[in-house]
């Protein structure tokens, strides 16, 4: 855990600040220590819980809010019922101006959420836009690669006027350089 954001570390992010659920956090302050970036509790690359269920966990990520350039994201697509906080989570986060690059498994069994799914979902408040599709094995799902961007007030609601237009016509016939990486955050 962590191999996203440790990355981002090594390429020269400034800041990076590696989440995951309260139980992953040995290993992953194990994986930034044997990087030789410390113990994850302070300097550049950081280790903090964050369940986005909860926000007092977001809280934790306060002063960085709003001031990201770069968000990575790493197989936290698996469960619909997380879509809300994940969005919730990159929402009290990321300004406009910040880039969220996510990579999702898109799993082909009966009942299991689609990437298409989660784009659905994401669009309310992002601008999306698949970057990367890739499937090492035949039968290992099909990994993508979304580019998000947040809305703007106004081009959020522009959307919604352009969906609900395609709707009625349907039914007429007619820098600061930093980096968050997250994974596993529900």
Known sequence: TGAVGLTAAALGAKVAVLTDLDKQLPLLRRNIEANGHGNGASGRVRAIALDWRKPEQRATLAEWAQRWTLVLGSDIGYDPDLFEPLLATLESQCSPEATVLLALADR???????????????????????????????????????????????????????????????????????????????
Not at 175 to 185: E, K, N, P
């Open 108 to 186: 082909q069994e009966e009942g299991e959420p689609r990437v298409e799914d989660f784009v659905s979902f994401a669009r309310r408040s992002f601008d999306c836009r698949q970057v990367l599709e890739r499937q090492l094995e035949p039968m290992q799902s099909v990994s993508k690669v979304l580019l998000m961007r947040r809305r703007c007030k106004r081009r959020a609601d522009e959307a919604d006027v352009e969906k609900d237009d395609a709707a009625v016509d349907s039914r007429g016939g007619a820098a600061r350089r930093r980096s968050a990486s997250g994974s596993d955050g529900g």
